[in-house]
């Protein structure tokens, strides 16, 4: 294999290469690799050419034969000196150059191109390497995008909002955030869209891309692979779709993803969705409460094969009752109405999600309430590591707060006090209360007036989320 290459300020680079075969020999034919980055990828295009010196650079009207995406996340490794294996999903492709010179233009453009604005990344910044690499691959997997697209009281909502809206649609360009499988973008094109730009950081875009080629709306579909914080679109949008909700509404960070999608949308475009409500209410379950002390009770043995445990009994204690748990349950165990906080998408930024009241022409509602049909994300329950006592009538109060982590989740923090006794408690052991800045969390104010008659033993963190034009969301 032979090699030459180019490159210019369009940050492009070429490498001719001779095709040593049969075929190649007789026709004098080479192939042009063809390198050219958006952001954070390099798209790599071969293309069969008539041999015609190094004119060929200055066309690229070949019929494209291969072609494969190489990001930041892409794997590849050195064999020998003078060739490199890319994995690309499940296949590999080894790239054998005729001089370790040749080797070194490729490889160094691969490695600049692979480090390009990743230290100035809002979504790099805001996530450890490690959280992202499951995250993605989790995505990339057929079967989880089949879980998420089984979900009737989802896919058939989104469907539904996108349909009946279809006016806000009709000859639009549209921006699908997180696209997966790439459905929203067949409900736009559905709808009358002119253009969508359907964006997937993970490696499902490629099987976005089949079924784009396969469903023959390839003219209408351009499956973009890369993050929305790196990517560059050709043009601004109309409407933003996206399913960005996670367990509890901001689980996952998606949220944040989406809002800073906005800065390709027009000054009158329009999201799907609008906004959403997070919901709490108190709950009592004595059972699931005795379970995790019993759990955390196996650190409390003093002769565990000759071992003392019980210095570890409060650290098991404090990171059991820490975790929420994602579950369904009975509404019978509610013991007050919730507390609603709003989230407007269209108005929040990503430092703060701050509330905002939209009004639409139609509104379509997909709830995850215990009361609702079942869906994937199920509902969030938080427990107090101490049993916090209240009768009938009595008012209890609180904070919740959100702590963004580079996990792409939240740290929760749940202070809840009985008005009228004093009691307190929360779901960190010796938590105090403090005052911080709307950047660095979230407080969610809490007040509820007991009305069954009995003990409130545990907290609940239930969310219901509601969007207005458009889909509405409930957890």
Same mark, same amino acid.
């Given at each position: 294999?032979?090699?030459?290459?180019?490159?210019?300020?369009?940050?492009?680079?070429?490498?001719?290469?001779?095709?040593?075969?049969?075929?190649?020999?007789?026709?004098?034919?080479?192939?042009?690799?063809?390198?050219?980055?958006?952001?954070?990828?390099?798209?790599?295009?071969?293309?069969?050419?008539?041999?015609?010196?190094?004119?060929?650079?200055?066309?690229?009207?070949?019929?494209?034969?291969?072609?494969?995406?190489?990001?930041?996340?892409?794997?590849?490794?050195?064999?020998?000196?003078?060739?490199?294996?890319?994995?690309?999903?499940?296949?590999?492709?080894?790239?054998?150059?005729?001089?370790?010179?040749?080797?070194?233009?490729?490889?160094?453009?691969?490695?600049?191109?692979?480090?390009?604005?990743?230290?100035?990344?809002?979504?790099?910044?805001?996530?450890?390497?490690?959280?992202?690499?499951?995250?993605?691959?989790?995505?990339?997997?057929?079967?989880?995008?089949?879980?998420?697209?089984?979900?009737?009281?989802?896919?058939?909502?989104?469907?539904?909002?996108?349909?009946?809206?279809?006016?806000?649609?009709?000859?639009?360009?549209?921006?699908?955030?997180?696209?997966?499988?790439?459905?929203?973008?067949?409900?736009?094109?559905?709808?009358?869209?002119?253009?969508?730009?359907?964006?997937?950081?993970?490696?499902?875009?490629?099987?976005?891309?089949?079924?784009?080629?396969?469903?023959?709306?390839?003219?209408?579909?351009?499956?973009?692979?890369?993050?929305?914080?790196?990517?560059?679109?050709?043009?601004?949008?109309?409407?933003?779709?996206?399913?960005?909700?996670?367990?509890?509404?901001?689980?996952?960070?998606?949220?944040?993803?989406?809002?800073?999608?906005?800065?390709?949308?027009?000054?009158?475009?329009?999201?799907?969705?609008?906004?959403?409500?997070?919901?709490?209410?108190?709950?009592?379950?004595?059972?699931?409460?005795?379970?995790?002390?019993?759990?955390?009770?196996?650190?409390?043995?003093?002769?565990?094969?000759?071992?003392?445990?019980?210095?570890?009994?409060?650290?098991?204690?404090?990171?059991?009752?820490?975790?929420?748990?994602?579950?369904?349950?009975?509404?019978?165990?509610? *013991?007050?109405?919730?507390?609603?906080?709003? &989230?407007?998408? =269209?108005? $929040? %930024?990503?430092?703060?999600? /701050?509330?905002?009241? #939209?009004?639409?022409?139609?509104?379509?509602?997909?709830?995850?309430?215990?009361?609702?049909?079942?869906?994937?994300?199920?509902?969030?329950?938080?427990?107090?590591?101490?049993?916090?006592?209240?009768?009938?009538?009595?008012?209890?109060?609180?904070?919740?707060?959100?702590?963004?982590?580079?996990?792409?989740?939240?740290?929760?923090?749940?202070?809840?006090?009985?008005?009228?006794?004093?009691?307190?408690?929360?779901?960190?052991?010796?938590?105090?209360?403090?005052?911080?800045?709307?950047?660095?969390?979230?407080?969610?104010?809490?007040?509820?007036? *007991?009305?069954?008659?009995?003990?409130?033993? &545990?907290?609940? =963190?239930? $969310? %219901?989320?509601?969007?207005? /034009?458009?889909?509405? #969301?409930?957890?």
């Amino acid at each position: 294999m032979h090699c030459s290459s180019y490159s210019s300020n369009k940050k492009v680079l070429l490498v001719d290469f001779i095709l040593r075969n049969q075929l190649a020999k007789k026709n004098k034919q080479r192939i042009l690799y063809y390198i050219h980055y958006v952001c954070m990828c390099i798209y790599i295009y071969i293309y069969i050419y008539i041999y015609v010196g190094l004119g060929v650079f200055g066309s690229f009207d070949g019929v494209c034969i291969y072609k494969c995406l190489v990001n930041k996340d892409t794997e590849y490794c050195r064999v020998g000196k003078e060739s490199v294996l890319i994995t690309l999903g499940y296949n590999s492709a080894l790239l054998q150059f005729t001089s370790h010179s040749e080797y070194n233009v490729f490889s160094n453009t691969l490695n600049s191109f692979r480090n390009i604005n990743k230290e100035h990344s809002v979504f790099s910044q805001r996530t450890e390497d490690s959280s992202a690499s499951q995250y993605f691959q989790f995505y990339g997997c057929l079967s989880q995008q089949q879980n998420m697209m089984q979900d009737f009281v989802r896919t058939a909502t989104y469907h539904r909002a996108i349909l009946q809206n279809h006016t806000d649609f009709k000859d639009k360009v549209v921006l699908d955030v997180g696209c997966g499988s790439g459905i929203l973008s067949f409900f736009a094109v559905q709808a009358g869209a002119r253009k969508v730009y359907a964006v997937e950081a993970s490696s499902v875009a490629k099987y976005a891309e089949i079924l784009v080629q396969s469903n023959n709306v390839a003219d209408k579909i351009s499956v973009l692979s890369g993050k929305i914080e790196e990517i560059t679109l050709p043009e601004c949008v109309d409407v933003i779709v996206s399913e960005p909700m996670g367990y509890m509404l901001f689980n996952e960070r998606m949220l944040e993803s989406y809002l800073h999608s906005k800065k390709w949308l027009k000054s009158n475009g329009m999201m799907f969705p609008t906004f959403s409500d997070i919901h709490l209410a108190p709950f009592s379950d004595e059972q699931l409460y005795m379970e995790h002390y019993s759990r955390a009770n196996f650190w409390y043995q003093q002769c565990f094969y000759g071992v003392n445990l019980s210095s570890l009994r409060n650290a098991a204690v404090d990171e059991y009752f820490r975790q929420p748990i994602v579950d369904t349950f009975d509404i019978r165990i509610l *013991m007050a109405r919730t507390v609603k906080y709003t &989230v407007s998408f =269209l108005e $929040a %930024e990503e430092e703060d999600l /701050h509330s905002f009241q #939209f009004i639409s022409k139609v509104t379509v509602w997909l709830s995850t309430a215990p009361t609702e049909p079942l869906t994937h994300w199920y509902q969030v329950r938080c427990l107090f590591q101490t049993p916090l006592f209240a009768k009938e009538g009595e008012t209890l109060s609180g904070e919740v707060l959100f702590v963004a982590n580079k996990r792409q989740s939240y740290d929760i923090q749940i202070v809840a006090i009985v008005d009228e006794t004093g009691f307190k408690s929360g779901n960190i052991y010796g938590h105090v209360v403090i005052s911080m800045k709307i950047n660095e969390g979230m407080w969610l104010s809490l007040s509820h007036c *007991m009305h069954p008659d009995r003990a409130f033993i &545990v907290q609940i =963190l239930s $969310a %219901e989320t509601s969007c207005m /034009h458009h889909p509405t #969301f409930t957890f």
